[in-house]
């Protein structure tokens, strides 16, 4: 008979003990492994939404990296026509987006507020980005944007303007003088962080340009690229070939820019360490104690079988073999358990809070992440492994006449 086969028996013959100590690892497996999928899916939603707001690669002015400018475009790309011609060449990329960044003020006639500004294109921003799943009233820029603006919610209100509204923009040229020109607001957008939404302007390029003066110049380009793509190999040709074409560049990847995306994912991994921590103590503890009942009441049971010629590793394997039955068993039920929970909180319809920062709650989506159901067996197993080591070590340093003498 093999030690599985007997660790078999004694968990069904054992049966509310074993019962007891199924749950807690059905429990315990349950909830590691929806905390991973839920996590993670959080972890993949927010690279999403980083790289479509930020781009997988952005082409700046080698300058920009470490200084600040001091004037509107001192930093910026030249000629970003051509530049932007020749990074959509790359086999890789998908579209390569012109912005220009700036600041100015906006006002409607009485009020006037500062704003933080951008130029894009509209056509090509709208179907790479999240752009237009922000407006809330009205419309996205259309075309080549013409006279439209569209204002961030807080920005709208503290100007008191609706879509239809004209709207004086006033900034600063590169060459330090002041322009200003009117735009109509043609939509309004509610951007996720509550700072940026009560200054987010965007424009279009060409009226952007009219505004500031700045011929074809812009901030930077921002790439996307094709799914599948490396970034690494096509930072280095776009690198390759904007400089021997005379752009003085450097390439900067959106792990570099997001700076709150990092930040995020270092707390999520630190709360999701430290409730995988408690559960793996809560169940070593558990199973500790119920394999210690276990070997103190089956004491004479282990006499006879050291008596019929069991020898102690015999008896360590036994009770070893009965707790990685009892894990897997546990573990099996928290497949279904993990399954079933994750099906009736995606179909809740449960809006988590507002992080901070941000404007409105996200739905709760738990995704099925195979990897976290995987490191949740991995993790009940050797927990229920450590937890039966101690009392299987002892049960098997018992001397046969104290045990078979045992009351």
Same mark, same amino acid.
């Given at each position: 008979? !093999?030690?599985?086969?007997?660790?078999?028996?004694?968990?069904?013959?054992?049966?509310?003990?074993?019962?007891?100590?199924?749950?807690?690892?059905?429990?315990?497996?349950?909830?590691?492994?929806?905390?991973?999928?839920?996590?993670?899916?959080?972890?993949?939603?927010?690279?999403?939404?980083?790289?479509?707001?930020?781009?997988?690669?952005?082409?700046?002015?080698?300058?920009?990296?470490?200084?600040?400018?001091?004037?509107?475009?001192?930093?910026?790309?030249?000629?970003?026509?051509?530049?932007?011609?020749?990074?959509?060449?790359?086999?890789?990329?998908? +579209? +390569?987006?012109?912005?220009?960044?700036?600041?100015?003020?906006?006002?409607?006639?009485?009020?006037?507020?500062?704003?933080?500004?951008?130029?894009? $294109?509209?056509?090509?921003?709208?179907?790479?980005?999240?752009?237009?799943?922000?407006?809330?009233?009205?419309?996205?820029?259309?075309?080549?944007?013409?006279?439209?603006?569209? /204002?961030?919610?807080?920005?709208?209100? @503290? /100007?008191?303007?609706?879509?239809? $509204?004209?709207?004086?923009?006033?900034?600063?040229?590169? $060459?330090?003088?002041?322009?200003?020109?009117?735009?109509?607001?043609?939509?309004?957008?509610?951007?996720?962080?509550?700072?940026?939404?009560?200054?987010?302007?965007?424009?279009?390029?060409?009226?952007?340009?009219?505004?500031?003066?700045?011929?074809?110049?812009?901030?930077?380009?921002?790439?996307?690229?094709?799914?599948?793509?490396?970034?690494?190999?096509?930072?280095?040709?776009?690198?390759?070939?904007?400089?021997?074409?005379?752009?003085?560049?450097?390439?900067?990847?959106?792990? $570099?820019?997001?700076?709150?995306?990092?930040?995020?994912?270092?707390?999520?991994?630190?709360?999701?360490?430290?409730?995988?921590?408690?559960?793996?103590?809560?169940?070593?503890?558990?199973?500790?104690?119920?394999?210690?009942?276990?070997?103190?009441?089956? !004491?004479?049971?282990?006499?006879?079988?050291?008596?019929?010629?069991?020898?102690?590793?015999?008896?360590?394997?036994?009770?070893?073999?009965?707790?990685?039955?009892?894990?897997?068993?546990?573990?099996?039920?928290?497949?279904?358990?993990?399954?079933?929970?994750?099906?009736?909180?995606?179909?809740?319809?449960?809006?988590?809070?507002?992080?901070?920062?941000? !404007?409105?709650?996200?739905?709760?989506?738990?995704?099925?992440?195979?990897?976290?159901?995987?490191?949740?067996?991995? @993790?009940?197993?050797? !927990?229920?492994?450590?937890?039966?080591?101690?009392?299987?070590?002892?049960?098997?340093?018992?001397?046969?006449?104290?045990?078979?003498?045992?009351?």
């Amino acid at each position: 008979m !093999t030690a599985l086969s007997l660790a078999w028996r004694n968990v069904v013959r054992q049966r509310r003990r074993s019962l007891l100590m199924i749950a807690v690892v059905t429990f315990g497996f349950a909830a590691f492994a929806l905390a991973g999928g839920f996590i993670a899916q959080s972890f993949e939603a927010l690279r999403e939404g980083t790289i479509r707001s930020v781009g997988d690669l952005q082409i700046v002015d080698r300058r920009a990296v470490a200084q600040s400018e001091e004037a509107t475009l001192e930093f910026g790309i030249h000629d970003a026509v051509r530049a932007r011609r020749i990074a959509a060449r790359d086999p890789a990329v998908a +579209a +390569a987006l012109p912005r220009i960044d700036f600041v100015g003020l906006a006002t409607n006639g009485t009020r006037s507020v500062p704003f933080l500004g951008v130029g894009v $294109d509209p056509g090509p921003e709208a179907a790479a980005t999240l752009a237009p799943e922000l407006i809330v009233s009205g419309k996205y820029l259309s075309g080549n944007g013409g006279d439209g603006i569209v /204002l961030g919610t807080g920005l709208a209100s @503290a /100007l008191g303007v609706k879509p239809g $509204d004209r709207v004086t923009m006033m900034a600063t040229t590169p $060459d330090g003088s002041l322009n200003a020109l009117d735009g109509i607001v043609a939509g309004l957008a509610d951007v996720k962080i509550k700072e940026l939404n009560d200054r987010y302007l965007a424009g279009g390029i060409s009226l952007v340009s009219r505004l500031l003066q700045s011929g074809e110049t812009v901030s930077k380009l921002v790439v996307f690229l094709k799914p599948g793509s490396s970034e690494d190999r096509a930072a280095a040709r776009l690198a390759k070939s904007l400089q021997d074409a005379g752009y003085p560049i450097v390439l900067r990847r959106w792990q $570099d820019l997001a700076v709150f995306y990092g930040q995020v994912k270092l707390l999520y991994i630190g709360i999701f360490g430290f409730v995988g921590a408690v559960l793996v103590v809560i169940v070593i503890l558990s199973a500790a104690i119920v394999m210690t009942m276990a070997v103190t009441e089956r !004491t004479r049971e282990i006499g006879t079988l050291r008596a019929l010629g069991t020898r102690p590793s015999g008896i360590l394997r036994m009770f070893l073999a009965e707790g990685a039955v009892i894990a897997l068993s546990g573990c099996a039920a928290g497949v279904v358990l993990a399954l079933v929970i994750r099906a009736a909180l995606n179909a809740s319809g449960l809006v988590l809070p507002p992080p901070p920062g941000a !404007t409105h709650g996200v739905p709760i989506n738990v995704k099925l992440y195979p990897l976290a159901y995987g490191a949740g067996l991995v @993790a009940m197993v050797l !927990t229920m492994g450590i937890a039966s080591f101690f009392p299987a070590r002892r049960a098997s340093r018992v001397g046969i006449v104290d045990a078979l003498t045992h009351v």
